[in-house]
């Protein structure tokens, strides 16, 4: 069975007035991430091994794979982006009560976690990915992955919430300023009732 692009859980509008207008939702999400799940699909047709197989074994199976790496790049772009997606809402506000204080107590402060995560991904040299992961040690810690790279792969923990910084991601609303795209991101964009959700 083919991959499919998810719909957006909003409209493509519906973050314009929080900082990310409907043409850059439009081009990322319609264009780039449908060119990977495209590309994504067409090399499955070509690899028996693959087919039938969930995208998290996929990327399981690709990772650090000479042969496969077209496979692993766009499988794992297609898994950051669908839960990129889900890492933003157009009513982002307050982070949860128990969230709140699991950051709180692992980061000291608020404050201190969004400036760790804007440190990681200012960061990131080229393109990638800045993390909230729940750590196997049962601590909130943030990470980031260069290009398709994800925390599936390098053990770093359970994805919570993920900021794409490939340059497509932002260009069109912040033009080269990437800090400021992450600071908007945390104070606007960022759904952190989905990441409460998924710290279970």
């Known amino acids: 069975m083919a991959f499919e692009l998810p719909p957006l859980p909003y409209a493509h509008s519906a973050l314009a007035a929080r900082g990310m207008c409907q043409e850059t939702l439009e081009v990322h999400h319609g264009k780039h991430h449908q060119a990977y799940v495209t590309a994504l699909n067409g090399l499955i047709e070509k690899n028996a091994a693959l087919q039938g197989k969930s995208l998290e074994e996929v990327i399981a199976l690709a990772y650090n794979k000479p042969d496969l790496v077209p496979v692993f790049n766009n499988a794992g772009q297609h898994w950051n982006h669908s839960l990129a997606w889900k890492s933003m809402s157009p009513t982002s506000g307050g982070v949860p009560g128990r969230l709140e204080r699991k950051l709180v107590a692992d980061f ?4 201190a976690f969004k400036e760790a995560f804007k440190a990681a991904a200012i960061g990131q040299f080229g393109s990638g990915w800045a ?3 729940l750590a196997p040690d049962g601590k909130l810690k943030i990470a980031k992955t260069p290009n398709a790279v994800t925390p599936l792969v390098t053990g770093e923990g359970k994805p919570l ?3 794409d910084v490939w340059e497509h991601g932002y260009y069109l609303d ?3 300023r990437r800090p400021d795209y992450a600071q908007n991101w945390l104070d606007n964009l960022a759904n952190y009732e989905f990441a409460a959700a998924e710290l279970g």
């Open 108 to 111: 000291g402060s608020l404050a």
């Open 131 to 133: 993390w909230l992961v």
């Open 161 to 163: 919430l993920v900021l």
């Open 174 to 176: 912040f033009r080269n």
